[in-house]
């Protein structure tokens, strides 16, 4: 067996052993399937292709001290899933389908699953899309589900350290009562030109605005924003960004920890008076933030002088990353034990 560098993973694809499939046709899912092959073969009419009719999800599976692999808020994810589908029109994956999909992936697949020293973990990818072909703009009939995985470490550079954002409004990635709640293929592809140039000028990601009246931060390409000040977590309240599984676990612990929590707009001068802030994500975890460019205004707020994250932050991450590798109680009910 091929040797691992599980201490420097970056966020990137590793072949594994196997992936789960299920497919639907004639108005039901059918048995999961295993498969060795990275590969499928596609109707080249598929909807998927044409028309962006898919849908993805992320969660990751940890390895604890006691060597047991746990699996964070997987039925958050499946539902999550589904919501996509409404905004899809794409079959309805059953949460027990999800569940027992992703379980299988991660156990035949389990010499993937990180060390626990590591820090690192298997990231479990599930994607959902229309095989079936049509030309006409119209939902499919056939629909694919697979799930795969591949260890991974860091999503931006440097991991749980500061790094830099920016803010252009030349940029969306959604419409205001658009695609940007679902977790869909088009909303990446929609982020890539904006999420290079910031990339090539130095920031981890860029801030979108609302796209409606370019005032409130809403998310960045692959994380949701949230802010600290008065001992209080405030995240923004908006209908184009993804309802982000680790944001909501953020807001619980942060209360357990005796925050207040504030989900509202969040206008971009606010970011002057916030003492901390932070991207999360399943990939990003806590990316806590070195500073905001505001590219247009040519403005810089700063939340950390020194590279290192704030004290909130530390908090908020040694608690989250306690509970995913199970050295803090389970207290919310979040986690699978693989058995
Ligand atoms: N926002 C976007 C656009 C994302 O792609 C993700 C990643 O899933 C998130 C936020 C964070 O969501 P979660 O915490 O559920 O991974
Ligand atoms: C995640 O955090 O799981 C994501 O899907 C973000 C990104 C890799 C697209």
Redesign the pocket.
């Known amino acids: 067996m091929e040797q691992i560098d599980w201490k420097n993973l970056g966020?990137g694809y590793m072949k594994t052993d196997y992936n789960i499939r299920c497919t639907f046709s004639n108005g039901k899912w059918g048995e999961l399937e295993v498969h060795e092959s990275e590969y499928m073969s596609l109707h080249m009419a598929a909807t998927c292709l044409h028309y962006g009719q898919e849908s993805?999800?992320?969660?990751?599976a940890f390895r604890g001290k006691d060597g047991k692999i746990r699996i964070f808020r997987m039925k958050d994810n499946a539902l999550r899933m589904q919501d996509s589908s409404e905004g899809t029109l794409m079959a309805k994956v059953p949460v027990e389908v999800f569940e027992e999909a992703v379980l299988k992936a991660i156990k035949l697949n389990e010499r993937f699953v990180p060390p626990y020293e590591s820090g690192a973990a298997l990231?479990v990818?599930p994607v959902l899309f229309g095989s079936g072909p049509q030309i006409g703009v119209k939902p499919a009939s056939e629909y694919m589900f697979i799930v795969f995985v591949t260890p991974v470490g860091p999503?931006f550079k440097g991991g749980f350290q500061t790094t830099p954002f920016v803010i252009m409004r030349e940029y969306d990635r959604s419409a205001p009562l658009g695609m940007g709640k679902y977790?869909v293929g088009g909303n990446?592809a929609a982020s890539l030109v904006a999420g290079e140039r910031a990339h090539e000028l130095g920031y981890s990601n860029i801030f979108y605005l609302d796209a409606k009246e370019k005032k409130y931060i809403d998310e960045c390409?692959?994380?949701n924003f949230f802010g600290i000040k008065n001992n209080t977590y405030i995240t923004p309240k908006s209908a184009s960004i993804l309802p982000?599984i680790?944001n909501k676990s953020l807001m619980v612990l942060a209360v357990d920890l005796g925050m207040k929590v504030e989900q509202r707009t969040v206008a971009v001068e606010e970011l002057a008076t916030f003492e901390e802030a932070g991207a999360c994500?399943?990939?990003?975890v806590i990316s806590p933030i070195e500073r905001i460019d505001d590219y247009d205004e040519k403005k810089s707020y700063i939340f950390s002088h020194d590279g290192t994250p704030g004290p909130v932050c530390n908090k908020l991450y040694n608690k989250l990353r306690g509970i995913q590798y199970g050295d803090e109680s389970d207290v919310h009910g979040w986690v699978t034990v693989v058995e």
């Open positions: 966020f993805f999800e992320g969660l990751k990231y990818r999503y977790k990446y390409g692959a994380a982000s680790t994500g399943t990939a990003a």
